[in-house]
């Protein structure tokens, strides 16, 4: 089967990014979401992107063009209809999630492959909320997609060797390196990831250091390009507590429990760099 035409459902940080590296690739694209400010806003992001890269060189603006040309904006599911293969990328929230796999099984084509962005759920979990299992598939992305490598590809106990081909070579078509994850709650990248950032939240809970010295130890002593407070406000922190909720539940593993003062900082509204506060104030 060939991708011609490519869906993103929703167009906040992640699903605006998966959008753009689908156009810049040559698929028609189409970047849905529940409302036009929202879908407006994930395409003003798309064009500020594409916008800097022709400033600094990267691109022409007959190039960025034809990549916005490529996109087509929808506040409707059903145009969906006319997708080929289509990614999920809503919020990490299993009955909304289940609900836009039910719709997008009654609404896209037979042929049509249907993608989760999900950072946590199982793939087969969403998987039998369709008729058809053998054609659901993780594709998971990083922040930000336009700049992170890796993907991601996570088949369900269902999913066809068909599937699997087509979305890890619509990876490398999107410039990315895919990367086989087996289907357990958090897969590999966030199975390993969260805990470490839930261990900093509980660092700065405990008093063990501040938010500053806890970040520049990692940043530092363990050459990460961020400390895992700041990345927790770039992911967000709700996200954060949602993942780590799937683990805790997935496993029945006390190590996965999320550190109390991460279900504050939520409960209380502060999700990161995306409200404008999380363990840092942003501007």
């Known amino acids: 089967m060939e991708v011609k035409t490519f869906g993103v459902i929703g167009a906040g940080q992640m699903g605006n990014g998966i959008a753009q590296v689908a156009a ?10 529940i409302k036009d400010e929202f879908v407006q806003r994930g395409l003003n992001n798309i064009k500020k992107i594409l916008a800097r890269n022709v400033d600094k060189g990267k691109m022409s603006q007959e190039e960025m063009d034809a ?59 969403i ?8 054609k659901v598939i993780g594709m998971h992305f990083m922040n930000p997609v336009p700049v992170m490598k890796l993907v991601e590809v996570i088949r369900g106990l269902a999913t066809s060797d068909e599937t699997f081909k087509i979305t890890w070579g619509l990876a490398e078509k999107f410039g990315k390196t895919p990367a086989e994850a087996q289907d357990y709650p958090g897969f ?14 509980y660092c700065l809970y405990h008093g063990v250091g501040t ?6 130890v990692m940043k530092l002593g363990m050459n990460h390009p961020m400390g895992p ?9 709700d996200t954060c507590l949602a993942i780590m909720e799937t683990l805790y539940q997935g496993f029945c593993d006390s190590k996965y429990r999320p ?19 999380g363990f840092y104030e942003y501007s």
Not at 192 to 199: G, T, Y
């Open 259 to 277: 550190c109390p003062l991460l279900r504050k900082y939520v409960e209380a509204g502060w999700l990161g760099r995306k409200t404008g506060r």
């Open 188 to 201: 590999i990248a966030n199975r390993i990831l969260m805990p470490m950032i839930n261990e900093a939240v």
């Open 67 to 125: 990549v916005l040309g490529r996109i087509k904006t929808s506040v409707d599911l059903k145009d969906m209809a006319a997708a080929d293969y289509v990614v999920e990328a809503a919020t990490e929230n299993e009955p909304i999630k289940f609900q836009i796999f039910r719709d997008l099984d009654a609404i896209c084509p037979e042929h049509a492959i249907l993608a989760t962005n999900t950072s946590s759920i199982p793939i087969g979990r």
């Open 229 to 237: 407070l700041a990345l927790a406000d770039l992911i967000g922190l």
């Open 211 to 216: 938010r500053e010295d806890i970040d520049t």
């Open 24 to 33: 810049m690739s040559g698929l028609q694209v189409i970047m849905n979401d």
């Open 127 to 134: 998987a039998s909320q369709t008729k058809r299992p053998e």
